[in-house]
T-cell receptor, first 113, second 115 residues
Framework: DGGITQSPKYLFRKEGQNVTLSCEQN?????MYWYRQDPGQGLRLIYY???????QKGDIAEGYSVSREKKESFPLTVTSAQKNPTAFYLC????????????FGDGTRLSIL | AQKITQTQPGMFVQEKEAVTLDCTYD???????LFWYKQPSSGEMIFLIY??????QNATEGRYSLNFQKARKSANLVISASQLGDSAMYFC????????????FGSGTKLNVKP
């Protein structure tokens, strides 16, 4: 089945530690996105990538980093500089075309130990 | 200024009745797209319906329809014949032509369907 796979489903981070969230898609989409969702709130854009080896900062990029070495993969690293990383993280991809929606993975819940 | 505003944090509806979830947007782009997503308690985001700014007719997808009023900049989601499985968070989102790949999301409306 085509779709977006995020792993792990749950992740715990210690103080001062970097952690990486995985996002893989087999939909052959060019564009990929990372969002952060805090309890009871909407989605805030962290980073997005329109094509391999290219990505742009979203509204809350500080403390996060990404790479896009392959079309299928868009991992997100939450660095120790992100002081409040506890949140639900959603990855999405999108086909080209004005009316194309984003397709989302099932998310990763990140907590501080 | 907020690009997308959803003014109803929570809504209740009786099973089998219709419900309208409000969404207003702010843009100066002549071309834009509006999307509605459903987020059950499990967390995944499910695409429901799309409306383009130049579409002449309101979009419909099964029990979902979009009441698009361009002059008022509103794109309200109407769910007909509510079911218990419709209980979820609902998010309105917009994409502008200025930045084709950037989506703006509202804060969401939590819908509870009562049996």
């Amino acid at each position: 089945d085509g779709g977006i796979t995020q792993s792990p489903k749950y992740l715990f981070r210690k103080e001062g530690q970097n952690v990486t969230l995985s996002c893989e898609q087999n939909l052959n989409h060019d564009a990929m996105y990372w969002y952060r969702q805090d309890p009871g709130q909407g989605l805030r854009l962290i980073y997005y990538s329109q094509i391999v080896n290219d990505f742009q900062k979203g509204d809350i990029a500080e403390g996060y980093s990404v790479s896009r070495e392959k079309k299928e993969s868009f991992p997100l690293t939450v660095t120790s500089a992100q002081k409040n990383p506890t949140a639900f993280y959603l990855c999405a991809s999108r086909d080209s075309g004005a009316n194309q929606p984003q397709h989302f993975g099932d998310g990763t819940r990140l907590s501080i130990l | 200024a907020q690009k997308i505003t959803q003014t109803q944090p929570g809504m209740f509806v009786q099973e089998k009745e219709a419900v309208t979830l409000d969404c207003t947007y702010d843009t100066s782009d002549p071309s834009y797209g509006l999307f509605w997503y459903k987020q059950p308690s499990s967390g995944e985001m499910i695409f429901l319906i799309y409306q383009g700014s130049y579409d002449q007719q309101n979009a419909t997808e099964g029990r979902y329809s979009l009441n698009f009023q361009k002059a008022r900049k509103s794109a309200n989601l109407v769910i007909s014949a509510s079911q218990l499985g419709d209980s979820a968070m609902y998010f309105c989102a917009m994409r502008e032509v200025e930045n084709f790949n950037k989506f703006y999301f509202g804060s969401g409306t939590k819908l509870n369907v009562k049996p």
